[in-house]
Nanobody, 118 residues
């Protein structure tokens, strides 16, 4: 099945930027949609951005205009560029592989913490 490993999280002040990376190993990558999700303590996990195998993107309303998802198939890596960060963006961020032909995700990374201070 392989592994998804997120990196790039950290502590940043409101208004700052971070870029998260998700590296896929031992898994088919280019034919799958990939999604970034986040979960704050006591809240449900939410999908924040998705990129299809063809490069189409979609975003949750809460991050539109601030976050950009991209992928580099040659590197088996998906990115989430996060700009104009807000305290409410504080969460553990996960990447996940989309199941082909469905809206489900079948393999998840371990998560990376993003903390935005006011």
């Amino acid at each position: 099945q392989g592994q998804l490993v997120e990196s790039g999280g950290g502590l940043v002040q409101a208004g700052g930027s971070l870029r998260l990376s998700c590296a896929a190993s031992g898994t088919i990558f280019s034919i799958n949609a990939m999604g970034w999700h986040r979960q704050a303590p006591g809240k449900q996990r939410e999908l924040v951005a998705v990129i299809t195998s063809g490069g189409s993107t979609n975003y949750a309303d809460s991050v539109k205009g601030r976050f950009t998802i991209s992928r580099d198939n040659a590197k088996n890596t998906v990115y989430l560029q996060m700009n104009s960060l807000k305290p409410e963006d504080t969460a553990v961020y996960y990447c996940a592989r989309g199941v082909r032909g469905s809206g489900r995700y079948d393999y998840w990374g371990q998560g990376t913490q993003v903390t935005v201070s006011s």
